[in-house]
């Protein structure tokens, strides 16, 4: 087959993100249009520059859904191509196999992920038979994909992998990757580890298998760990993770694209101790610049919101409402986000205004107060707070205040 350049990229040390906005967030009850699955892989492609296709699997869908999600992800696979790898994910079965090949066949950097259980549980409830049988017949599935169009790189993801067997993680990885499999992805399938759990997990099973093993995870935020997990995984040496903007995912989701690609690329030094060596994350640096503007665009799409505490790319971020803040913003906030992200700061109207912030605001608006005006502008933002039960005075409101406070006699309360 061509190159395999994410299993290149791996394996020298580099991390590759597996986008599943598109594929697991719609279990988050969202839906992406095929339109938009193929803008959004060529701009998150584009960040990296030439390398997209290195750093970005884009799991552009599930083609078994139906015949609208075939065409779909056949569309991202035909128009983002040379952007990012695409993939197309299926079940364990072999008409689905041949189903996800042919939708992405043809094609520069094509993959398909096959999602089989690893756990009792699961592989009791999935395929009706023990794990260690059901792991066993991936290696056939891998052999129908390749013998289909040997052009098309295979993954495996391993379903309820936390709750299965280290050793028998580390014996069948190793199998699968001799069979033909590009990367065997590891997943939380059900969102149960802690941090500690998700280091030995990655740490033993890497430790364990073979050296051509590729190791990824998919590790989901049902207890709000999937961040903190999949950096352990990184800690542990795994390079290929999965994640998703918004962190749109089943149930309660999975780590955020948009947070995990930040705290790998804003300070390359810190990045270097977490990962545990000289090697830098990415082939080409991503252009962080684009994620405020590529989580908005995700948000309109779905329907997610975008919170004033959404970390990184949410409302509140470069925002400023009090006094010390507003002096010393640098003691206040991790990075600087008009730097690092190119929002510029905004200094918002809220009760817990002091005269330099509501002075500020009235520049901003076009008006010069005095100490007197000042203080009288500061008791009716309060006061205008707790009447409306709203934290934030909007500025047409103040404006409007603002002009009737200056006609004022002096002396005079608005």
């Known amino acids: 087959m061509e ?7 791996a394996r020298a040390g580099r991390v590759v993100l597996w986008e599943e906005s598109a594929r697991d967030g719609a279990q988050a009850k969202t839906l992406m249009s095929a339109a938009f699955r193929v803008r959004l892989a060529r701009e998150q492609g584009r960040m990296f520059g030439a390398d997209g296709p290195r750093h970005v699997v884009f799991a552009a869908g599930f083609p078994a859904v139906c ?35 042919a939708s992405v066949r043809g094609t520069a950097h ?29 290696a056939a599935l891998i052999e129908e994909a390749r013998a289909l169009d040997d052009g098309v790189a295979v993954d495996l993801c391993l379903a309820d992998a936390s709750r299965a067997d280290h050793g028998l993680l580390a014996d069948h990885a190793g199998a699968l990757t001799a069979a033909g499999a590009g990367t065997v992805l590891l997943a939380d399938t059900v969102g149960v580890q802690l941090p500690y759990e998700a280091a030995e997990l990655f740490g033993r099973v890497r430790a364990a298998a073979d050296h051509d093993v590729v190791l990824g995870c998919h590790l989901h935020n049902d207890l709000g760990l999937g961040l903190a997990n999949t950096l352990e995984a990184l800690r ?14 089943e149930r309660s989701g999975m780590a955020a694209t948009e947070q995990l690609l930040f705290l790998l690329s804003h300070d390359p030094a810190r990045a270097a101790r977490l990962l545990g060596g000289d090697t830098p ?29 959404t970390p990184v790319v ?40 002091s005269l330099r912030v509501v002075r500020a605001v009235a520049v901003r608006l076009g008006h010069e107060l005095d100490e007197q005006q000042a203080r ?32 004022a006699p002096t002396g005079a309360s608005a």
């Open 3 to 9: 190159r395999d350049v994410i299993r290149e990229s």
């Open 67 to 101: 015949e609208e999600e075939y065409e779909a992800v056949r569309r991202v696979a035909v128009e983002a191509e040379g952007t990012v790898s695409v993939a197309a994910v299926c079940r364990g079965r072999a008409a689905d196999v041949r189903q996800a090949v």
């Open 110 to 138: 094509a993959r398909v992920m096959v999602v089989v259980p690893a756990s009792e549980p699961m592989a009791r409830t999935m395929t009706h038979r023990p794990a260690r049988e059901a792991l066993e017949s991936a």
């Open 236 to 249: 542990a040496g795994v390079r290929v993770v999965s994640a998703s903007w918004l962190g749109i995912a």
């Open 281 to 309: 994350a990415w082939w080409t640096a991503p252009d962080l610049t684009a994620l405020p503007h590529l989580a908005r665009a995700v948000s309109g799409e779905t329907g997610v919101p975008l919170g004033v505490t």
């Open 314 to 353: 949410g409302s509140g971020v470069g925002t400023i409402s009090t006094g010390t803040p507003f002096v010393h913003p640098q003691l206040f906030q991790p990075f600087d986000p008009e730097a690092v992200l190119g929002i510029a700061p905004s200094v918002v109207l809220t009760q817990l205004a």
């Open 376 to 407: 009288a502008a500061l008791a009716w933002v309060k006061s205008r707070a707790y009447r409306t039960g709203r934290a934030v005075v909007e500025d047409a409101a103040f404006a409007a205040y603002l002009v009737g406070l200056r006609s």
